[in-house]
């Protein structure tokens, strides 16, 4: 399966009217379907490994904003320090130490996300509510000046009950609330969830920005 315009022309046009931002996870796609959107007037784009968003960003129009939502390593935070727009999956504050010191370093504040663990799976990265609290009260004894915490993020559980995915947002979007007050600014509004199978259900369950890949550009 390949990269389908209509079928982006149409998601665009169902989240735009509920502001919800579509980040066009192109993960293992050239960079002519990446242009091919582009030109239809996408921005928003995710990729999960360094190695090839570093291929990618120099060679694609300078405007667009890079998401990264994959797994972060530390030594890696340095290589895209300079242009990453959010990075999505951070779940510790060692990792958030290190993309201030970089931050810093290249002179901006970068966007994070953090990782919330929601799925009954083992194997999803991400972050309990117990071990949220004490992130958050780390933070809050020792802000971190080049990072600015936009929200949250979260993958639901690989099911087809969707009444558990459903669940499992709405748990993520109660957190996100209830953090959101504790944060106390107008920044913290960007909650992460929803891919080509739920985003639909991510949504109703309150999601701020998506994140569809296969839907966009075809199976992997
Ligand atoms: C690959 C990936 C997506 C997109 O998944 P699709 O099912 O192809 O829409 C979204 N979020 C993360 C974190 C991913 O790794």
Redesign the pocket.
């Known amino acids: 399966m390949n990269l389908n315009l209509a079928q982006y022309q149409h998601l665009a046009e169902e989240l735009a009217p509920k502001n919800v931002t579509l980040v066009a996870?192109s993960?293992t796609k050239p960079v002519e379907d990446i242009k091919t959107l582009y030109d239809a007037g996408q921005r928003d784009f995710?990729e999960?490994y360094v190695q090839e968003l570093l291929e990618k960003q120099p060679v694609l129009p300078s405007d667009i904003r890079w998401h990264f939502?994959?797994h972060l390593q530390r030594n890696k935070v340095r290589s895209i320090a300079a242009f990453v727009h959010l990075i999505?999956?951070v779940d510790s504050y060692r990792l958030l130490h290190e993309i201030h010191k970089e931050a810093l370093r290249a002179g901006r504040q970068i966007d994070c996300l953090l990782q919330i663990h929601i799925a009954n799976e083992e194997t999803k990265f991400g972050l309990d509510a117990t071990e949220l609290a004490e992130l958050w009260a780390q933070l809050t004894a020792q802000p971190l000046t080049g990072v600015r915490i936009r929200g949250m993020?979260g993958?639901a559980s690989f099911t087809d009950n969707l009444a558990i995915v459903r669940e499992e947002f709405q748990h993520l979007h109660s957190l996100f609330v209830q953090y959101q007050s504790l944060a106390g600014y107008a920044a913290f509004d960007t909650l992460s969830m929803g891919?080509?199978?739920d985003?639909r259900i991510a949504v109703e369950s309150g999601s701020t920005l998506v994140?569809?890949?296969?839907?966009?550009?075809g199976?992997?």
Do not use: D, E, P, Y
């Not at 994140?211 to 550009?217: A, M, Q």
């Open positions: 996870v993960k995710g999960n939502i994959g999505h999956g993020m993958m891919m080509s199978a985003f994140r569809v890949g296969s839907l966009l550009f199976v992997r």
